[in-house]
Nanobody, 115 residues
Framework: QVQLVESGGGFVQPGGSLRLSCVAS????????MGWYRQAPGKQRELVAT???????HYADSVKGRFTISRDMAKNTPSLQMNNLKPEDTGVYYC?????????WGQGTQVTVAT
């Protein structure tokens, strides 16, 4: 079973930037969709951004224009560039890679945006 591990989270002031990466413990040969989700304290996990196999992307309205999802072409894992971060972006961020018969998740990385 492939496991995903996120990295790049941390503490940043409002307006700052972070780049999240996702590494797989094994080979991911194909995928249908990959993405990033986040969960703020006391809230449900929500979609942040997805990237389809055909390269179409989708972003939550709250992050449009600030976040960019991209793909490691060799490893089939996603990255997330986050700019102009806001306190409401605080949460645990999870990467996900989903295929026809697979659905891999990471354990999450904490992002905290505060003064």
């Amino acid at each position: 079973q492939v496991q995903l591990v996120e990295s790049g989270g941390g503490f940043v002031q409002p307006g700052g930037s972070l780049r999240l990466s996702c590494v797989a413990s094994g080979r991911i040969s194909s995928f249908d969709v990959m993405g990033w989700y986040r969960q703020a304290p006391g809230k449900q996990r929500e979609l942040v951004a997805t990237l389809m196999h055909g390269a179409n992307t989708h972003y939550a309205d709250s992050v449009k224009g600030r976040f960019t999802i991209s793909r490691d072409m060799a490893k089939n894992t996603p990255s997330l560039q986050m700019n102009n971060l806001k306190p409401e972006d605080t949460g645990v961020y999870y990467c996900n890679v989903r295929g026809r018969r697979s659905d891999f998740w990471g354990q999450g990385t904490q992002v905290t945006v505060a003064t």
